[in-house]
């Protein structure tokens, strides 16, 4: 799936020299990254647990597994099934709670030099904002990425992303509980991802993240049922990338606001693409399955594909599309 193996990596702690002349740093709206190199929610725990493997002072910035007002078990095992080119999940969005995660979790993250973008979720608008108000008074953290994928449980759990009203409700209130930057993860289970993030952008939104998993599910013919626990879960991988870049796409045109890219990013000519067809920075999810040091490798990949077709600063790349 990811291909890394014949690129080296640094230990833990040694920061590598940029090559010459290569310049990876972004701006995510007022955020600037070192790099476009964000690990994705939900495929790098709380960056802590790979602190032993990666450099975490590499990376561009962390997103945090989603954060809840209470501790969540998450979904039955199993939880994760390979497909062609990708994978199936279902975890459930496990976690600590917000308040475990503020007293335990934010104040090892300080150490790094890296942006820790807090992943908020809810079931309803007043559990959005209740995070958001546990997390104004941190410190340490950069942004705030708002999982708009999850179902309202106020309104017949219908999500807040499939529902331009209810998008707009949700990013209006927490644009006004946050001091922070407002990035707004989408669905693409939608019928015009443009009017979504127009949406977003309408209601102060400082970026949106294109995009979260595809609904999907995989049986298995021998036994009759479902390889994951919950029946069904969300298709990720290489498998999806050209879908989510058209989605890309199709938002930079429509919006001003930043895009980060998410979806089926392994090699640094993924990250170039996405940032070709209109992203600022993007997002490495499923290759940390396959690796864990994955977003580490990429940055210095990135930097030799630079060097290699003579792109001195990486956010020229952006929108450069040759229709």
Known sequence: ?????????????????????????????????????????????????????????????????????EPMAGAPAPRLCDTPSGMVNAIGLQ??????FVAEKLPQLWQYDTAIIANVFGYSISEYIEVIRVLEGAQGVAAYELNISC???EKGGIEYSTDPVLTAEVVRAARKA??????????????HIGLTAK?????????????????????????RRSRLGSTTGGLSGAA????????????????????????????????????????????VGTAHFEDPRASERLVGALELWCNEEKVSKISDLRGTLEA
């Open 1 to 69: 799936m990811v291909h890394f193996s014949s690129l080296s990596s640094p230990e833990p702690g040694r920061i590598r020299e940029r090559p010459s002349g290569v310049d990876l740093r972004v701006t995510v709206g007022t955020l600037s990254l070192k790099n476009p190199i964000i690990a994705a929610s939900g495929t790098f725990g709380y960056g802590l647990e790979f602190a032993h493997l990666v450099d975490l002072n590499r990376l561009g910035g962390i997103a945090i597994k989603g954060l809840s007002i």
């Open 151 to 153: 179902p309202n449980v």
């Open 240 to 283: 999806i990338k050209p879908i989510t870049l058209r989605l890309v796409y199709e938002a930079s045109r429509v919006i001003n606001i930043p895009i980060l890219g998410l979806g089926g990013i392994e090699k640094p000519s993924d990250v170039a693409e996405y940032l070709i067809g209109g992203a600022s920075a993007v997002e």
């Open 178 to 191: 946050a001091s922070r930057p407002l990035w707004v993860k989408l669905s693409p289970n939608v019928g």
């Open 199 to 223: 949406v977003c952008e309408s209601e102060g939104a400082d970026a949106v993240v294109i995009a979260n998993t595809y609904p999907a599910m995989y049986i298995d013919a021998h036994t």
């Open 95 to 100: 976690n600590i709670g917000v308040r475990a």
